[in-house]
């Protein structure tokens, strides 16, 4: 479809969707007269039923007034018909009075019918359409029929369609009954259709008023940019030209992007002219250059044999890596299994620390229970201090009653040897003591061991038999000054 509009003018275009337009309006028109036609015949219809009923009202009040004995019924038919004979509306329109069998009551412009019967009267058309409403009313009470009759006045040649409806007064056997002629209804409709052909007229000619207006915008503009365009394109091409670029319309912005292009393509040129210069400029440059090139790939080639010797010569040098490679290869084979033994052995080892850190842990509660033993082993010592000075005092006694018994004995001459000892015995007890104080919290069970074997050694008595002399012994180091 896009192709398809493609290979048609902007102004045909434009007329074509004018005309659519306009088809468009013009069939929505007649949809509309015709619409407008049946609902006019429907509401005339209702308004004709209006005045049946209304009429029905007025044979009911009087045959109210006959059934009470106001009137008798003749005059109460009477009364009621003279209404009725008088009744019109939509101008000429009337109603007349004819009963079931059928035979005509009243009728208010053809008099001379009233006492007929009906049943042979016939349309232009050649159809008994009395007949026709008078059963449809008796079957159903209420009946309505098409038929050709002329207008009251005109002769039969000019009868036009008329629709009518008939309703039945049963008390009296009477059919109420009334007619609309179309031709009303369609000159109504023609007076409406000629108005609005008259606005639609006026609206088409506007119409195309403005869309020749329109089109001619369009077109003019697009004709002349056309023109300016083809004679830009002529040689020689004369980048001075320019559009009118006035207005703000499509086309405006149109003309303006051809002046700034020619604008641009202006100073491109230029700018060519100017690079140009540059270009032939660096043409002498680059022939000196490429001299000079010439010269230096001269000297090159003798460095390219260099070249292919040393490329020789890194052959070698390449295979005797690749073969070093190789041998990398495979010590890095060697060092990654080193390196998995060396994990396991990682492994290994900080299972060793974690079990050395329970063990260190385990040592820090024994050191604990140490340093609170060694506290106790103080309080021990204080009472061996004490011990130690009544044990000195007992070996004092014990000396002065040996050396009594000496005396007596005749054994005298041991007991300066014997004073050193003692002497010599009580002066290493405090030295050991006083060492025993100070290093208890180091080794409380070898000072405990110590201190018992000095005890046993504190137990010990020197006995001299009578008449017996102890072989003489040489004193200690210590206490050899203490003798002399």
């Not at 308004?47 to 006959?66: F, N």
């Not at 004979?85 to 329109?93: D, K, L, M, Q, S």
């Not at 073969?323 to 990682?346: I, S, V």
């Not at 820090?364 to 005092?393: F, H, K, P, W, Y």
């Amino acid at each position: 479809m896009q192709q398809l509009f493609r290979r048609l003018l902007i102004s045909q275009r434009i007329w074509l969707t004018l005309g659519l337009a306009i088809g468009v309006l013009i069939v929505t028109l007649m949809a509309t007269l015709l619409s407008m036609r049946a609902t006019l015949q429907e509401e005339r219809l209702q308004q004709a039923g209006a005045v049946l009923d209304t009429s029905m009202h007025v044979l009911e009040h009087y045959h109210g007034l006959a059934a009470s004995g106001a009137l008798s019924e003749s005059e109460a038919k009477t009364q009621a018909l003279g209404i009725l004979r008088e009744i019109r509306y939509f101008g000429n329109e009337y109603l007349w009075v004819h009963d079931l069998r059928p035979v005509m009551i009243m009728h208010p412009y053809v008099p001379a019918l009233e006492g007929e019967n009906l049943n042979s009267i016939e349309d232009t058309a050649g159809n008994t359409f009395i007949r026709t409403l008078t059963n449809d009313v008796r079957a159903n009470g209420r009946g309505r029929i098409e038929y050709y009759w002329p207008r009251p006045g005109a002769s039969e040649e000019e009868a036009i369609l008329k629709v009518s409806e008939g309703l039945l007064f049963e008390p009296w056997g009477y059919i109420v009954a009334s007619g609309v002629y179309m031709a009303d209804i369609n000159a109504e409709v023609n007076s409406q259709l000629l108005r609005t052909s008259l606005i639609g007229g006026v609206g088409l000619v506007f119409l195309l008023v403005v869309g020749w207006t329109v089109i001619s915008s369009i077109t003019r503009p697009l004709r002349y940019t056309i023109g300016r365009i083809e004679e830009a394109a002529k040689e020689p091409v004369d980048l001075t030209h320019r559009m009118d670029d006035s207005g703000r319309d499509e086309l405006a912005v149109l003309s303006q992007s051809f002046n700034s292009l020619f604008g641009l393509l202006q100073q491109v040129v230029r700018d060519t002219g100017d690079h140009a210069q540059t270009v032939s400029a660096s043409a002498t440059q680059l022939n000196q250059l490429a001299n000079d090139a010439e010269g230096n790939v001269r000297s090159q080639h003798a460095d390219v044999d260099d070249l292919a010797s040393a490329m020789n010569e890194m052959t070698s040098t390449v295979q005797e890596v690749a073969r070093n490679a190789q041998d990398g290869a495979a010590a890095a084979a060697r060092a990654q299994e080193e390196t998995q033994h060396g994990a396991l052995t990682m492994n290994e080892s900080r299972d060793a620390v974690a079990r050395l850190a329970a063990e260190l842990e385990r040592s820090r509660e024994v050191v604990e229970r140490l340093r609170q033993d060694s506290a106790n082993v103080d309080s021990v010592l204080e009472m061996i201090n004490g011990v130690s000075e009544q044990t000195n005092l007992l070996a004092l006694n014990a000396a002065i009653e040996a050396a009594a018994r000496a005396i007596t004995a005749g054994a005298l001459r041991w007991w300066p040897t014997r004073c050193a000892r003692w002497r010599c015995a009580r002066e290493t007890r405090r030295k050991r003591s006083a060492r025993s104080s100070s290093a208890s919290s180091r080794a409380p069970s070898r000072w405990r061991n110590r201190w018992r074997h000095d005890r046993k050694r504190r137990g010990r008595r020197w006995s001299v038999p009578s008449g017996r002399t102890r072989p003489s012994r040489r004193l200690p180091k210590r206490c050899r000054r203490s003798t002399t």
